[in-house]
């Protein structure tokens, strides 16, 4: 494989491969870290109820790039989704799909803690509950790569899932609003819109001739192989 053939693959699915990228880095910082500081950086990235008002862009970021069990499984299954959704949506789309997903995941399920916490229904202490994880991003990533995806992108993303719910139980709980099944439910649903209305952006973008010559244009400048 040529260097230009290997930097278009690159270029091509470039989210992926910084999102994976980007959470190995993460888990190869957190196993170097001693014991006291790797508990320190999981509770600073949750996204609890506490968290969020404290620190909220920092939580949300870090929290989708380190876990607290099973971190070597989950390479693997970022790669089965999010491949086949960069494929699907490129890469500004997918990014905004899969940040969305783990946003929206987030905000909905520790939304429904805080109003459930402030009325009784649960105690406070649920407001400072440890939730990180890749999980959202992924789910989000699934639902695109399965609906809008290729063959091959909707075997990998069925696959993901199917270890996910029957494995994983990531809708576990769903019945009496736990956090994780809470948050995955609203990531897929966000997957599944957010991913259908970009691919329909996107089609309308590649079919509308004002935008042909700009893109023409920028071909030429290109090099060619």
Do not use: K
Request: net charge positive.
């Amino acid at each position: 494989m040529t260097g230009t053939r290997v930097r278009a693959l690159l270029a091509r699915y470039a989210v992926a491969w910084i999102y994976l990228g980007g959470f190995l880095l993460t888990g190869l910082v957190y196993a170097a870290l001693p014991g006291p500081d790797r508990h320190a950086m999981l509770w600073w990235a949750s996204t609890n109820v506490v968290n969020l008002h404290h620190h909220p862009a920092g939580c949300l970021v870090l929290s989708a790039f380190v876990t607290n069990d099973d971190w070597y499984a989950w390479p693997l299954l970022i790669a089965l989704a999010l491949f086949g959704a960069n494929q699907a949506l490129g890469n500004w789309r997918t990014a905004a799909v899969c940040a969305a997903g783990h946003v929206l995941g987030t905000l909905v399920s520790e939304g429904i803690v805080a109003y459930r916490v402030q009325h009784g229904l649960l105690p406070a202490s649920d407001n400072r509950i440890l939730d990180v994880g890749p999980s959202y991003v992924v789910v989000a990533a699934i639902m695109v790569a399965l609906l809008y995806g290729s063959w091959w992108a909707r075997v990998a993303a069925a696959a993901d899932l199917a270890i996910l719910v029957f494995i994983g139980q990531i809708f576990a709980g769903l019945s009496t609003l736990q956090v994780a099944a809470v948050g995955h439910a609203t990531a897929l649903v966000v997957g599944a819109a957010g991913g259908g209305l970009l691919l329909w952006q996107r089609r309308r973008t590649a079919a509308d001739p004002a935008s042909r010559p700009a893109a023409a244009g920028l071909a030429e400048q290109l090099p060619q192989p």
